[in-house]
């Protein structure tokens, strides 16, 4: 199962041209700002947007081509989408919503209620199945989407935004239910997101998309310590660091700690942007930071005026300084050097 | 709600009311079974009845695809078809007649072939009073439907595209479902303005007891020979409208999903 797209598609002020092929049970997070033709890409592999060039197969086999008149149409696809607000039927019941694809493909009534009934029990909905979906959670009707999603057994998964709708306070629980429901699914997976922390959650590798063109792929941490663009640097390039926290620690399987300001416990993850590490030569001498490793530099990546430095030691750790600073403080590869951030700089979410 | 407006919303009330309360003040109470059960009303109304579900019919079965087609395809001049079809609403209703009556009479553009090839006619028929109400009330519904599909989610479409779904299904699963209200709607102001029919249907279909002779058309006759007769067959319409206005109302307008939007 692999899928293979090269999509070209001018739509109002959207010029996309995008590369990009997905392995057999891989999670693939398409990253990118608002406007940068994410969903768009969704909607070409799912057929809703016919391509102007290029060509979309599944499996090898063409299913939008362009240059030959190849169409399959999205009924055909074996594609699941889901979509941004769930999109949910708000006429049916939630066990028909689940039952819909199993019918639509021609399943008898009878084993398609049964089915869905199995996808509700999977997904702990069993009790929802009579009710509307527009009396559900947030977490629930995602839930009830993906299970719709996956009912007709397709081979490649699109979740656009799937986090985006819930609340800040029900995003984490959702989201670890969504990694664990995603990781039953074995087919390809590609979710569009603007979160590195949900892109860290669900994905095993990063696609970012700027203006319609991938800048950069790679895993997350590659993508944090060699960003390849402005805005892959801000948004995505972020020193993500999971570990458990208690009495306001967290430490990371390695060993490492990480003072943080947010009261809560148990597994999380934090959030440390590179532009909040202050870097030091040698040993640490004091400062109101709560927070010092030490490592040495293993990488030197200059943006312009802007330089990345990762460092790995107590905590692996990419910082973002001045290059005047690089050159005040001579740092070379291999130096030595503490790496300081405010409890109040770092970010922590529940896992 | 300020006072001023209150003022004017009863106003406004008492201005619909009055009319009925004139007629009920004039009605032949003595008489008024003698006349609801004389063969002219009875002939009449089942015609009305008959003639107006017919029209809603018609309007359904063309009138939702003709919403969606202007709802969802964009096609050049789509502004000038929409208007084309909307104008017998605002066109008086003989004029309506009249231009049907050059269209599908027996010397007409169209009526001409449909008698010689077909040996159909219209003018002064029974079908003829179906067709002249379908024309003023179809543009009832096709707006009302129009507005719900151009409100409808287009992801609810999407999704059930790549659920598996072929045009038609997720036509008839989830786009009629989910402007069902809507529909509903349009269909009960289509057929009440299929009911009151009447410039169109006197000028083309004439004015017949039994074969086009309805509700309107026996009150508008019998104002000028019985005017007791008329004003029982006005209330006799009257409560029918009403009742089935009342009784749409609560059980479809406000209970189902979203309020019903009519475009202005």
Redesign the interface.
């Known amino acids: 199962m692999t899928l293979d797209a090269r999509i070209g598609l001018r739509l109002g002020s959207l010029d996309l041209q995008v590369e990009l092929t997905l392995h057999p049970g891989e999670v693939v997070a398409l990253l990118g700002p608002n406007g940068a033709g994410k969903s768009t890409v969704l909607r070409c592999l799912a057929g809703l947007a016919p391509i102007d060039d290029g060509r979309i197969s599944i499996d090898g086999a063409a299913v939008d081509d362009p240059a030959t008149g190849a169409f399959v149409e999205p009924e055909d696809r074996p594609v699941g989408f889901v979509f941004q607000d769930y999109a949910l039927f708000e006429h049916m019941s939630v066990i028909e919503n689940v039952a819909f694809g199993l019918r639509a493909r021609g399943t008898a009534k009878g084993e398609a209620r049964e089915r869905a009934g199995e996808w509700l029990e999977r997904f702990g909905l069993t009790e929802y199945g009579t009710q509307r979906p527009g009396s559900l959670s947030g977490g629930q009707a995602q839930r009830v989407a993906l299970a719709r999603a996956l009912a007709p057994n397709p081979r490649l998964l699109l979740l656009d935004e799937p986090l985006a709708a819930l609340d800040v306070g029900t995003r984490a629980a959702v989201r670890r239910d969504l990694r664990q429901h995603l990781a039953t699914f074995d087919g390809m997976r590609l979710v569009v997101t603007h979160d590195p922390v949900d892109a860290h959650a669900l994905a095993d590798r990063v696609v970012v998309l700027e203006a319609g063109r991938v800048v950069q792929t790679g895993t997350l941490a590659e993508v944090t310590a060699r960003p390849r663009t402005r805005y892959v640097a801000d948004l995505v390039g972020v020193n993500l660091v999971a570990g458990d926290v208690a009495e306001g620690v967290l430490t990371t399987p390695t060993g490492a700690r990480v003072v943080i300001a947010d009261a809560l416990d148990g597994p999380a993850l934090a959030t440390i942007r590179p532009h909040s590490v202050l870097l030091g030569r040698g040993e640490a001498t004091g400062s109101s930071a709560r927070n010092t490793w030490h490592g040495a530099i293993v990488d030197i990546d200059r943006m312009g005026e802007r330089v990345r430095v990762v460092i790995d030691g107590d905590l692996a750790l990419t910082a973002e300084i001045t290059a005047a600073a690089l050159d005040d403080l001579q740092l070379r590869l291999g130096d030595r050097v503490h790496a300081s951030v405010k409890a109040t700089d770092i970010e922590v979410v529940p896992e | 709600m300020p006072v001023p407006a209150l003022a004017l919303a009863i106003v406004a009330v008492a201005f619909f009311a009055l009319p009925l309360v004139g007629l009920i003040w004039r009605a032949p109470w003595s008489n008024a079974w003698t006349y609801l059960t004389a063969d002219t009303a009875l002939v009449a109304l089942r015609l009305s009845m008959v003639t107006s579900l017919c029209a809603t019919a018609l309007s359904i079965v063309f009138g939702v695809p003709l919403a969606w087609l202007l709802a969802r395809v964009d096609f050049p001049g789509r502004g000038a078809v929409r208007a084309l079809c909307l104008l017998s609403m605002v066109l008086p209703p003989v004029v309506g007649g009249v231009a049907l009556f050059f269209a599908l009479g027996r010397r007409g553009l169209v009526g001409q072939y449909l008698d010689q090839w077909f040996g159909i006619t219209l003018p002064f028929t029974t079908a003829g009073v179906v067709v002249a109400q379908t024309f003023v009330a179809m543009p009832f519904l096709v707006i009302t439907v129009e507005a719900a599909l151009r409100q409808l989610?287009p992801?609810?479409e999407?999704?059930?595209?790549?659920?598996?779904?072929?045009r038609w299904?997720t036509f008839r699963?989830?786009t009629l479902?989910?402007i069902?209200p809507a529909l509903t709607a349009g269909a009960v102001l289509a057929w009440a303005r299929a009911l009151g029919e009447f410039g169109a249907t006197i000028t083309f279909a004439g004015n017949f007891p039994g074969t086009t002779q309805t509700m309107p058309l026996a009150v508008y006759l019998s104002l000028e020979t019985n005017p007791e007769e008329a004003i029982v067959l006005a209330l006799l319409m009257i409560a029918i409208s009403f009742t089935v206005l009342v009784g749409l109302r609560d059980r479809w307008f406000g209970a189902v999903?979203r309020p019903v939007q009519v475009a202005a």
């Open positions: 989610d992801r609810l999407d999704a059930s595209r790549t659920l598996g779904a072929s299904y699963r989830v479902p989910a069902r999903g």
